[in-house]
């Protein structure tokens, strides 16, 4: 998997992140052009070690991150592990009330911001 990614990341290091192509990583669609060591590490290190790592489930690993973004009001992250989150076993009533939680943690501005995201998110799928 890793070394698959590195191979599309090698022979694809001059396409611009506006024209993905079907092999490149979502790093590599976003920054290859311009920053490909943050690619490899998020590529590599990120995904390919930590949200590798049998401690967590990819469910519990993405309802933290959601969290994470949330609390730093991250929105153009949050779109992307929004979408991750229910691929990896989480459902929107879940995430939602997650927001709503984190509303009186992480304060009432970043849960309104991340339900706007994720009613965007949501409604493209």
């Not at 993905?20 to 590490?41: C, F, H, S, Y």
């Not at 401690?55 to 009001?73: C, F, G, Q």
């Not at 991750?84 to 995430?95: D, I, M, P, Q, Y």
């Amino acid at each position: 998997m890793i070394v698959g990614a590195l191979v599309a990341f090698n022979s694809n290091a001059q396409t611009k992140p506006t024209e993905p192509q079907a092999n490149q990583t979502r790093a590599q669609q976003l920054m290859g052009d311009i920053a490909p060591k943050m690619v490899e590490l998020t590529d590599e290190v990120l995904f390919g070690d930590v949200w590798e790592r049998p401690e967590l489930s990819k469910r519990d690993r993405s309802l933290v991150t959601v969290s994470a973004l949330i609390a730093m009001n991250r929105p153009e992250q949050l779109r992307s592990h929004l979408a991750l989150a229910k691929k990896n076993g989480l459902t929107e009533k879940e995430l939602v009330e997650a927001m709503t939680h984190l509303a009186f943690y992480t304060g009432w501005p970043n849960a309104v911001s991340a339900i706007s995201v994720a009613k965007e998110v949501f409604a493209q799928e």
